[in-house]
């Protein structure tokens, strides 16, 4: 993995599955490859930060209980304090799910191709991971699913919907079926829900599923990809045992800030979805106008299919556009994904797109 030479201790055996982070930061001129927004917070939130963070007592450490956040996050989601986690980025709240309900003896499961982080945490965490495939239209085969959970008999199941990378909306009646079937947790991961259609949301179950957890990020609808916010939303029990993994002052005062900031500026994300979800739209129609099967996404992004993906996401970059590519994961070789963002990367898209099929 690494040209380092060898540490004086050897690493965890079990790290060995577990290869570093890579997606490349490439300096592109549309970088369209990571699903964040290219729309900034609003000038007023950002105005709304600066005055609040003079006022941060950084000599300090910051409230522990992080009160003010978790009470305004609980008035946004309709869901109470105690059954709220929050911590920097979904990647770390899966983190801790996983410091808390995984470890040595224990599985996941896990319905590839899916966002890679949901192998490689629970692994960091000493979980096992078992991957289930998923049919060739990146949809999970329902009976297939039923079927692995009752035999595996995984503690944690996850999913992701809408899916990364597909962006396809996982099927309701699926995710509870999974559920009613789990002995153990099954995390929802709902890191894109704000870009599908209203009522795609499995919230609403947590309230009969007691093993149901559902996360969400800052990352992507609120344009906060850099200040690294996630949470989860489960019953209290579950969130009562986690606070045994969680770090003293784990939110910096600075990250408490400005969610709570954020928070209160909930209404003006709703425009910037609704611009984005358009945008998603155009590149599917224009995709599929071209023949390049592109997912009905209900995310911030699409994946399409090429005959030569590798070629092709080689020649976008030379004309300046950055997308995702998967070369060496099974199912995913002729596909590449590209973030939905503003008009004019969609048109730059498009345009190297159609000059590199016309060479
Ligand atoms: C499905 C999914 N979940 C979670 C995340 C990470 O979110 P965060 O930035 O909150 O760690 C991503 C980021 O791309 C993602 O695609």
């Not at 927004?37 to 522990?64: G, I, K, M, Q, T």
């Not at 059954?83 to 990647?91: D, H, P, Q, T, V």
């Not at 499961?109 to 965490?125: D, N, Q, W």
Request: charged share 25%.
């Amino acid at each position: 993995m690494s040209t380092a030479g060898r540490p004086a201790l050897a690493a965890r055996a079990d790290l060995e599955k577990v290869e570093p982070y890579v997606s490349p930061q490439l300096p592109a001129r549309y970088r369209l490859n990571t699903n964040e927004s290219p729309y900034p917070p609003p000038p007023a939130l950002v105005e709304d930060v600066a005055a609040s963070l003079r006022e941060v007592a950084l000599n300090r450490y910051p409230d522990r209980d992080a009160e003010a956040l978790y009470g305004a996050l609980s008035e946004l989601v309709t869901w109470p304090i105690d059954g709220l986690w929050i911590a920097n980025g979904s990647n770390e709240v899966f983190l801790h799910v996983f410091l808390t309900f995984g470890g040595a003896g224990r599985t996941a499961m896990i319905f590839e191709p899916t966002y890679a982080l949901h192998t490689s945490i629970p692994r960091v965490a000493g979980t096992d991971v078992i991957s289930v495939g998923r049919g060739p239209d990146l949809r999970i085969d329902r009976d297939e699913a039923l079927r692995a959970i009752r035999t595996e008999r995984p503690e944690v199941v996850i999913l992701t919907s809408p899916n990364n990378p597909s962006g396809l909306l996982e099927e309701r009646t699926t995710v509870e079926a999974m559920v009613r079937e789990a002995a153990g947790l099954v995390i929802v991961d709902e890191a894109y829900i704000e870009f599908a259609p209203d009522g795609s949301s499995v919230k609403d179950l947590l309230v009969r599923h007691p093993n149901l957890v559902v996360t969400r990020t800052f990352s992507k609808a609120w344009r906060l990809a850099g200040v690294r916010l996630g949470y989860l939303m489960a019953a209290p029990a579950i969130v009562a045992e986690m606070a045994r993994v969680r770090l003293p002052y784990g939110l910096s005062a600075l990250t408490q800030v400005v969610g709570e900031r954020a928070l209160e500026h909930e209404a003006d994300t709703r425009d910037v979805v609704r611009k984005v979800v358009e945008e998603r739209d155009r590149i599917v129609a224009e995709l599929r106008a071209r023949s390049l099967e592109p997912t009905e996404s209900a995310a911030n992004f699409v994946m399409f299919s090429v005959p030569d993906a590798s070629r092709l996401w080689d020649a976008l970059l030379e004309r300046g556009v950055l997308v995702r590519r998967y070369a060496g994961v099974p199912g995913l070789e002729n596909r590449l994904r590209v973030s939905a963002g503003l008009p004019a990367e969609t048109d730059a898209f498009l345009a190297a797109l159609d000059e590199v099929r016309g060479d």
